[in-house]
């Protein structure tokens, strides 16, 4: 699978309406076929930071995300809100869902 974490800097006056700002993308990928999850988390550090942890199946499955009309949308439109271009960890994991930590299992 593709495994991407990325952080958004959103300017202060948007971040607490981010989700809400996202949620049309945010959706749209999510009901992609080749997406296996698109999450967003709120830094505890910094309230105008959020972190997207998102997964795809496959390269085509990536392909057809970056491709869609929806992501050509987001191109457009998200930017306007962002304080600094994100920043992103992307990696090909051989793995099709989470697994345990098992350092932390809870009995």
């Excluded at 990325?6 to 049309?24: C, G, M, Q, S, T």
């Excluded at 496959?58 to 869609?68: I, K, L, N, T, Y």
């Amino acid at each position: 699978m593709i495994f991407i974490t990325a952080k958004f800097l959103v300017r202060p006056e948007h971040a607490d309406r981010w989700p809400e700002i996202a949620r049309d993308f945010t959706e749209a990928t999510r009901a992609e076929p080749g997406c296996l999850w698109y999450d967003w988390a709120r830094s505890l550090d910094d309230p105008n930071e959020y972190v997207l942890v998102e997964a795809f199946r496959d390269d085509d499955a990536g392909a057809a995300h970056v491709g869609s009309e929806h992501f050509r949308a987001a191109r457009r439109e998200l930017p306007r809100y962002l304080a600094e271009t994100p920043r992103i960890v992307n990696a090909k994991v051989d793995q099709d869902g989470w697994s345990e930590l098992g350092e932390l299992a809870v009995e």
